[in-house]
């Protein structure tokens, strides 16, 4: 009996810490949403945190999109032409990184890149007090720190998303025909015909701009809700690279059957 | 000053960037179409089997892609497939008795629908319909035909 | 009780307050009035909220019961708006320096002008080097917060504090981690600021030596109440056991050394080690 109650109230415990974590972080994103016009006042503090935010996720992006493009055409390749049918290996690499490996991708690396050095930053930034004191000078933290990253966030994972595509797309073509030699025409217009803009490109980028909501989301309301302890920040930087990627995955499950269903 | 200066340059290089890869997704890889205005015309087809066929099929003439498959339905009146297509506004020349034929291009590829000119003098004009069609070729009542027909050679 | 027989003209007024954190209430009927232009000293042992009655004072935590009134105005009750404006006219020292640390240390004292006024260059960098002398720290405006000492980190945090001209200063223990050097120039700037400016001070401290030196009241606030209050003087020759042994620093007497436990010959003994009971 006693055993059944103390689950039951292990249950309820955390069905109502969830519920209350829910309320505070939608409060968080409501003021931040709020300092939307202050972003736009001072634009200068939004390109600093374009940069940091954005420019510094370049290398990885770059890399890691050259790579998956020229594997999986690589891959592709090796399936396909047992059927013959490599002429529709741009269609495979170009749907399969602009629906899905483009958009997901992107935002992994980016949460492990940018989404970290957010919360690690904020985390300090609270432990070291400079947060308090910014409330003492009458500045408001959340307009001054947050509200700029939250939108630099949110405009640079698109961004780095198309960069990903195209990127990709170039490298798989480099392999696929140039090394592999499939006929150039039929790679690009087959996947000229089978990809659509509004279906596909659209979409894949919807995707992206949901993906960078979340992950900077989940960043910054770790970073400002970090136990300010060099082992609070810590362990708030894991907590937001892994609710990060579980978010991610289980909203790309969520769109792709919206959208491609 | 110079930092700040510098960081605005990357992030314009950045952001410049970006849409660059984003206009190359939409006119190289996609196929983007709302920039042209070219709508060209209608005409449908009546098929008694369009097998694979899909919306966003080519259409071509002689190989050269002219239009698309716009619209498959079924109507049933006729009890058949009506597939409707768009042709470029600039094949303006195609006889009323063009013949629409649906073949696949290799052996495993997607399907497409061909057009082959006939001699009328009348050209054909936004809704009109193609009388003479010959449908996709499904693979099992190939092997079918050829099996009975190997069968009773047999006897 | 509490200080408020002592005074002339209250600049804050702290009535009945209350406030726990999770389920250890830290204060229980906290009342204290603080004199303007005086500096006032908050003492006690750590743990007792010295600092949580700072953040209430900026209005960075509200209290669950009681109110606090600076300048006449409760400070809990106010709006966002007017709460920044009041914070406008209140400087406080962090413990840790607080600055800012991707900002030089001429950036982050001209940080609250640039946030708050639209003033030309040259005005906010006369202001700022005005404030570095004060402290002694003009040569050391183009390095960064990482380069300094922990001590010249608190005196750039305190020009910074100052920048705004202040009607309120607070320090969050001002003394605690500086060497002797360093430690006499903030005694003696916390002094000159009190006196050349007339800015109301409110000191947290567990440091008896320099405390008493430049206070010119004393509260000593231990579980959640006001303990023992007066100027330094009156506190030394207090006959309450409680101030003279925090005054004194001696280790065992009314406030216990132990944390509570159970009898030590059982712990050693006993096959089980019992849970030292819960501090509330």
């Given at each position: 009996m006693t055993f059944f109650t103390n689950l039951l109230q292990m249950i309820?415990?955390?069905?109502?810490?969830?519920?209350?974590?829910?309320?505070?972080?939608?409060?968080?994103?409501?003021?931040?949403?709020?300092?939307?016009?202050?972003?736009?006042?001072?634009?200068?503090?939004?390109?600093k945190e374009l940069y940091s935010v954005g420019v510094l996720s370049l290398l990885i992006i770059v890399f890691s999109a050259t790579f998956v493009g020229m594997v999986l055409s690589l891959l592709g390749y090796v399936t396909l032409v047992d059927f013959g049918a490599e002429s529709s290996l741009g269609v495979l690499v170009a749907l399969?990184?602009?629906?899905?490996?483009?958009?997901?991708?992107?935002?992994l690396l980016f949460s492990g890149r940018a989404g970290s050095a957010l919360t690690a930053e904020i985390g300090l930034m609270k432990a070291t007090e400079q947060l308090a004191s910014m409330e003492m000078m009458a500045v408001d933290p959340i307009r001054r720190i947050i509200s700029p990253r939250f939108f630099a966030g949110l405009i640079s994972l698109p961004l780095l998303t198309l960069l990903f595509m195209g990127i990709g797309i170039y490298s798989g073509y480099m392999v696929g025909s140039v090394w592999l030699g499939v006929d150039e025409g039929s790679f690009w217009s087959q996947m000229q015909s089978k990809v659509d803009f509004r279906g596909d490109v659209v979409n894949g980028l919807i995707k992206s701009v949901v993906f960078g909501f979340v992950v900077t989301w989940i960043a910054l309301y770790q970073g400002y809700n970090a136990y300010p302890t060099s082992e609070g920040v810590s362990r708030a930087t894991t907590n937001s690279v892994v609710y990060s990627a579980l978010a991610v995955l289980g909203l790309d499950f969520l769109l792709t059957a919206l959208m491609f269903m | 000053m110079g930092s700040s200066r510098k960081t605005e340059i990357t992030v314009g290089a950045f952001v410049l960037m970006a849409l660059l890869a984003f206009v190359y997704l939409a006119l190289n890889v996609s196929n983007l179409t709302g920039f042209s205005s070219d709508k060209g015309y209608q005409v449908s087809a009546s098929f008694d089997n369009i097998g694979g066929l899909s919306k966003r099929a080519k259409v071509t003439l002689s190989g050269v892609a002219v239009g698309r498959v716009i619209d498959i339905s079924y109507d049933k009146e006729t009890f058949r497939a009506k597939v409707t297509m768009r042709i470029n506004s600039d094949v303006n020349y195609l006889p009323t008795d063009t013949q629409a034929s649906i073949y696949t291009s290799g052996l495993l590829g997607e399907q497409y629908i061909s057009l082959e000119p006939g001699a009328e003098d009348d050209v054909l004009k936004d809704s009109s319909q193609l009388d003479i069609t010959q449908s996709a070729l499904v693979l099992e009542e190939l092997i079918g035909k050829f099996m009975s027909s190997f069968m009773s050679k047999k006897e | 009780m509490g200080c408020d027989n002592i005074l002339s003209d209250t600049f804050i007024k702290i009535r009945d307050l209350h406030f726990s954190r999770g389920d250890r209430e830290i204060f229980s009927g906290v009342s204290l009035d603080i004199p303007t232009g005086k500096i006032t000293a908050i003492m006690g042992p750590s743990g007792t909220g010295k600092t949580t009655l700072l953040r209430m004072l900026g209005g960075q935590l509200q209290p669950s019961q009681g109110t606090v009134e600076v300048e006449g105005l409760d400070i809990a009750s106010l709006n966002r708006k007017d709460l920044y404006k009041a914070r406008r006219r209140m400087g406080m020292l962090f413990q840790s320096g607080a600055l800012l640390t991707d900002l030089s240390v001429f950036e982050n004292i001209?940080?609250?002008?640039?946030?708050?006024?639209?003033?030309?260059?040259?005005?906010?960098?006369?202001?700022?080097?005005?404030?570095?002398?004060?402290?002694?720290?003009r040569g050391a405006h183009a390095l960064m917060p990482a380069e300094l000492s922990g001590g010249m980190q608190r005196r750039v945090s305190l020009a910074r504090a100052i920048i705004l001209d202040p009607v309120l200063m607070m320090y969050d223990e001002p003394f605690t981690g500086l060497d002797p050097v360093t430690l006499g120039t903030i005694v003696t700037l916390i002094k000159e600021l009190n006196q050349s400016l007339g800015i109301t001070s409110v000191l947290v401290s567990h440091d008896i030596h320099e405390t008493f030196s430049i206070a010119d009241y004393v509260c000593i606030l231990s579980e959640g109440k006001v303990m023992a209050a007066g100027a330094p003087q009156e506190l030394m020759e207090s006959k309450s056991e409680f101030v003279q042994q925090f005054v004194q620093g001696k280790p065992d007497g009314p406030m216990p050394f132990h944390f509570p436990a159970g009898s030590l010959s059982n712990d050693l003994l006993g096959s089980k080690l019992e849970k030292g009971q819960h501090l509330s």
């Open positions: 309820g415990a955390f069905a109502i810490n969830t519920v209350a974590s829910f309320g505070r972080a939608s409060i968080f994103l409501f003021q931040i949403i709020l300092g939307f016009k202050d972003v736009i006042l001072r634009s200068s503090l939004l390109i399969s990184l602009i629906r899905e490996l483009g958009p997901v991708l992107s935002a | - | 001209a940080f609250p002008i640039r946030e708050h006024y639209n003033f030309r260059e040259s005005m906010v960098r006369d202001l700022v080097l005005l404030k570095l002398e004060l402290v002694g720290l």
